[in-house]
């Protein structure tokens, strides 16, 4: 995969002109341009995100395989329920 960074600021220069025909002129063509271009940068920038997400875990995972968690403690009951608000009077 290419660069991320420069794959997003790619795609936000490619975008520069609609943005300037849609804001400043109207266009409602560029906004459609516009639209499509944030959709695709927004799922860009989820998979970067998703990737960096990925990175962290897998070097947790292998900076300690032995050393694992100990198994989380049993959650407390729930508490009681409330009792029911006294009927009010007529």
Not at 1 to 24: C, G, Q, R, V
Not at 54 to 74: E, I, L, Q, V
């Amino acid at each position: 995969m290419a660069n991320p960074f420069k794959t997003l600021k790619d795609l936000i220069h490619s975008l520069e002109d609609d943005f300037d025909k849609s804001y400043d002129k109207n266009n409602s063509a560029a906004g459609t341009r516009v639209r499509k271009g944030m959709q695709e940068l927004k799922n860009h920038a989820q998979a970067i995100r998703l990737e960096v997400q990925n990175m962290k875990n897998d070097a947790k995972a292998g900076a300690a395989p032995a050393a694992k968690k100990a198994a989380p403690a049993a959650k407390k009951a729930a508490p009681a329920a409330k009792k029911a608000a006294p009927a009010k009077k007529k």
